[in-house]
Nanobody, 122 residues
Framework: QVTLVESGGGSVQAGGSLRLACVVSGDTGRGYCMGWFRQAPGKERERVAT???????SYTDSVKDRFAISKDNMKNTLTLRINGLKPEDTAMYYC????????????????WGHGTQVTVSS
């Protein structure tokens, strides 16, 4: 059974930084699509960053200058570095994976973690 466990969230002031991590365990294989999503209260879940099996990233426009996604295949860990945090970044952040696809363009994201909360105060 594959599990995804996020960590690294917290309460920070605007302008601060966080490093979110997602550890993947189980029979995961290599070279698959993963991503970070977020959901704020009362809003729909939003895809913020994805990374293909070859390590190439993609970002939603609102975060691409401040967020950086990376994956350490040796440690089975997905990371999201967030700089210049804004109050509108406040949300539950989830990592997800589609282990049947190497590219994220048509990923189904069938595996999800339980999330880590990020709260940004002004």
């Amino acid at each position: 059974q594959v599990t995804l466990v996020e960590s690294g969230g917290g309460s920070v002031q605007a302008g601060g930084s966080l490093r979110l991590a997602c550890v993947v365990s189980g029979d995961t294989g290599r070279g698959y699509c993963m991503g970070w999503f977020r959901q704020a209260p009362g809003k729909e879940r939003e895809r913020v960053a994805t990374i293909n099996g070859d390590g190439s990233p993609s970002y939603t426009d609102s975060v691409k200058d401040r967020f950086a996604i990376s994956k350490d295949n040796m440690k089975n860990t997905l990371t999201l570095r967030i700089n210049g945090l804004k109050p509108e970044d406040t949300a539950m952040y989830y990592c997800a994976a589609d282990m049947s696809r190497a590219t994220c363009s048509d990923a189904q994201f069938t595996n999800w973690g339980h999330g880590t909360q990020v709260t940004v105060s002004s």
